[in-house]
T-cell receptor
Framework: KAGVTQTPRYLIKTRGQQVTLSCSPI?????VSWYQQTPGQGLQFLFE???????NKGNFPGRFSGRQFSNSRSEMNVSTLELGDSALYLC?????????????FGEGSRLTVL | GQNIDQPTEMTATEGAIVQINCTYQ??????LFWYQQHAGEAPTFLSY????GLEEKGRFSSFLSRSKGYSYLLLKELQMKDSASYLC??????????????FGTGTQLKVEL
């Protein structure tokens, strides 16, 4: 059973550009969440999608957006990149939101903004 | 809001037992999770507690006291491969619930010979 797949794994952008990151959840999982991980702040919640609907949103500016497709794949977009957006972006999937079910994390997309 | 505290670093000896503490403040507590993350890898699930008490899973155990806002992860018979960051995370129904978890900054555990 394939795990959570994130693409691209590494990317370098410059300030002002925009970026789109992709996440394919484990087959059968319908809930997809996104987290930003930085050395100083740890993991911070970005958003959660279930059945193509955003269920939860973290405290990030509107430059951060996401969506989920009918096949449960998800994308997140960051526009007008800033240096502080450099981070590891992790996607996690689960069968359903909440409950005792574990979140399965992908290996992340490491974004560097120059 | 939520506040999650855990020690930044810990060092222990191979074969020993180590306890990693986590304290939290939340209004609508609905579960506490422990994850393990090796450097450069994805976090992996270790345990989930929603009721008070101890959950044991092999060499790893996790304890929760909701009244004290306190949890610990106990690792027995430490192995070198246990060197990793251990992340405590809380779900709060009042701030969204679901898979919106608030994570601590992690405890970096180093296991030495």
């Amino acid at each position: 059973k394939a795990g959570v797949t994130q693409t691209p794994r590494y990317l370098i952008k410059t300030r002002g550009q925009q970026v789109t990151l992709s996440c394919s959840p484990i087959s059968g999982h319908r809930s997809v969440s996104w987290y930003q991980q930085t050395p100083g702040q740890g993991l911070q919640f970005l958003f959660e999608y279930f059945s193509e609907t955003q269920r939860n949103k973290g405290n990030f500016p509107g430059r951060f957006s996401g969506r989920q497709f009918s096949n449960s794949r998800s994308e997140m977009n960051v526009s007008t990149l800033e240096l502080g957006d450099s981070a590891l972006y992790l996607c996690a999937s689960s069968l359903e939101p909440a409950g005792a079910g574990e979140l399965f994390f992908g290996e992340g997309s490491r974004l560097t903004v120059l | 809001g939520q506040n999650i505290d855990q020690p930044t670093e810990m060092t222990a000896t191979e074969g020993a037992i180590v306890q990693i503490n986590c304290t939290y403040q939340t209004s609508g507590f609905n579960g506490l999770f422990w994850y393990q993350q090796h450097a450069g890898e994805a976090p992996t699930f270790l345990s989930y507690n929603v009721l008070d008490g101890l959950e044991e899973k092999g060499r790893f155990s996790s304890f929760l006291s909701r009244s004290k806002g306190y949890s610990y992860l106990l690792l027995k018979e430490l192995q070198m491969k246990d060197s990793a960051s251990y992340l405590c995370a809380v779900r709060d129904l009042l701030t969204g619930g679901g898979n919106k978890l608030t994570f601590g900054t992690g405890t970096q555990l180093k296991v030495e010979l």
